[in-house]
DNA sequence: AAACAAATAT
DNA sequence: GATATTTGTT
């Protein structure tokens, strides 16, 4: 295994005949080393061999250490070598930490000549894993991390400051360097955690939003190491999301004004329906309607005039009586089977139809938005299929259209609409339930409304807006 | 030179 | 996905 590893990094070499050319004058003189190892004496035979290829060698044989220097002097390093002895979680995880912050190749040097291991360092990150102990080849050849970046940075930009005399090593930790340009390091990913994302707050609140730019809230924020070309970035990124925020609360402001809530008392009728809604959304004032004729039998009412023919429910099948309860934002039918109630929430695909009868007949869709009690019947609308709430058209009963039970203004009208269109200017839309939930809203139960004076099945229908929030449920 | 937005890269 | 970097504009 290690055997087949070194004779990879020999054809390696030979892979690289450019950098070789480049580099083989004075490429390797100063390339900054940062080397880690337990062994003091084998870190002391590292730094000989390095110091004859004239790199420019750190020594140190402190783990934490060389994880500081390389933290925060990663200007001042080319390249590491790190000794690990095996593969612990916590090392893998700096390995990627540090890789995610800065550019330095990282080395690893191990014993372990396992492919698994090797595997699993050059995974987490690592530029070249070296099997202990290393060969002086490949100490020679560790630019070959850095042959680009030497081209692109060092080289060309300014060959001679890679010589460096050895003396102004790094020694003390808070020695400034300002070797930016020249370094092969990319510059700290700065981690704007909670703390240093506060300290940034606080000086675009102390500037105002308005007068906070980059340079001053580096100034304010009065933070090493971080630069003004960071705070912009995260300026930017800042801005946006104040924008996204306040283009949601708009949106979400819009949701909750959009339903325009037909005035108490009044009637629209007709022509009046367009322009009160606008193409705006509607939520109905609240309406029982009671006494339902069971769908199963609607469906064999398409007349309306037929209607109260037929209300009576199937031998079997009947319901003592069902109501039905509407709001903007439920639609709860309630089944009185003898004396068991049931409760079930209407079927947002179930189409139904309102037909409004009085003395003279079929009058208007207008009552739907009365609070005044209204004599309305209910009946399936057996022809279309889809959402929707149907009702009848004055004058015009043989002919319900429809309301989809949730359009919005900008929905493309779908066929049903189309229908309603055809026979009456009502507007889509006008009926808008968004929800149906069963818990919100309950309604004056059918037997308390009879005791109110009640009605009868066949006479008609009620509506009323005697409708409280409480949770029962109706049961 | 500084700021910025947008695009693009890491 | 977050941050950096680049680019083009003011």
């Known amino acids: 295994m290690a055997e087949k590893h070194h004779d990879e990094g020999g054809s390696n070499r030979e892979c690289h005949p450019n950098s070789s050319d480049v580099i083989s004058g004075n490429f390797l003189k100063g390339l900054r080393v940062l080397v880690f190892d337990k062994d003091q004496d084998y870190l002391l035979e590292l730094e000989k061999y390095l110091k004859d290829f004239l790199y420019e060698v750190t020594c140190c044989n402190d783990e934490e250490r060389a994880m500081y220097l390389l933290r925060n002097h990663r200007d001042r390093f080319d390249i590491a070598l790190i000794e690990v002895q ?37 995974s987490h990150g690592a530029c070249d894993y070296l099997i202990k102990p290393l060969r ?7 630019f070959k991390h850095l042959a680009k970046k030497i081209q692109g940075n060092r ?8 010589v460096k005399d050895p003396d102004e090593q790094v020694k003390e930790d808070d020695h400034e360097l300002d070797r930016d340009q020249a370094s092969t390091a990319k510059k700290r990913r700065v981690v704007w955690d909670d703390g240093l994302h506060k300290k940034f707050i606080d000086a675009v609140e102390y500037l105002g939003l308005a007068k906070a730019v980059p340079k001053k809230i580096l100034e ?16 930017q990124k800042y801005r946006i999301s104040i924008k996204d925020k306040k283009n949601n609360q708009i949106k979400t402001d819009e949701m909750n004004q959009s339903l325009l809530i037909p005035q108490e008392g009044r009637m629209y009728v007709r022509e009046e ?15 029982h309607i009671n006494n339902i004729p069971h769908p199963s039998v609607q469906q064999h009412t398409m007349n309306p005039n037929h ?10 099948h009947h319901h003592d009586g069902v109501s039905i309860a509407v709001s903007g934002r439920n639609l709860v039918m309630t089944h009185q089977h003898h004396l068991h109630h049931q409760v079930s929430e209407f079927n947002a695909e179930e189409t139904l139809a309102y037909n ?18 209204e004599e309305v019947s209910l009946f399936h609308y057996p022809q279309q299929s889809g959402n929707g709430v149907c009702f009848t058209i004055p004058n015009n009963p043989q002919n319900p259209a429809m309301a989809p039970t949730t359009i919005p203004n900008n929905h493309h009208l779908s066929s049903s609409l189309e229908v309603m269109n055809v026979h009456q200017n009502a507007p889509p839309s006008i009926l808008h339930f968004t929800s149906f939930p069963s818990t919100s809203y309950t309604h004056t139960s059918y037997l308390n409304q009879q005791e109110n004076g009640g009605f009868n099945f066949n006479s008609g229908y009620f509506v009323s807006n005697k409708f409280e929030p409480k949770h029962e449920g109706g049961r």
């Open 86 to 122: 095996k593969t612990d979680a916590d090392k893998l995880r700096l390995l990627s930490g540090i890789r995610s912050e800065m550019d330095i190749p990282i080395i690893i040097m191990s014993k372990d000549d396992s492919l698994l291991s090797m595997a699993n360092w050059m």
């Open 136 to 142: 002086t080849e490949d100490l020679r050849f560790l």
């Open 155 to 162: 080289i060309m930009e300014d060959p001679d400051e890679q």
């Open 220 to 235: 304010i924020m009065n933070v090493e190491n971080i630069t003004r070309e960071n705070v912009a970035s995260h300026l």
């Open 273 to 287: 329906v367009p322009n009160f809604y606008e193409g705006r959304n509607v939520q109905f004032p609240t309406h």
């Open 307 to 316: 209607l109260t023919r037929h209300l009576m429910p199937p031998p079997g």
């Open 356 to 373: 409004n009868f009085n003395e003279d007949g079929p009058t208007n869709l207008a009552s739907l938005f009365t609070q005044n009690s």
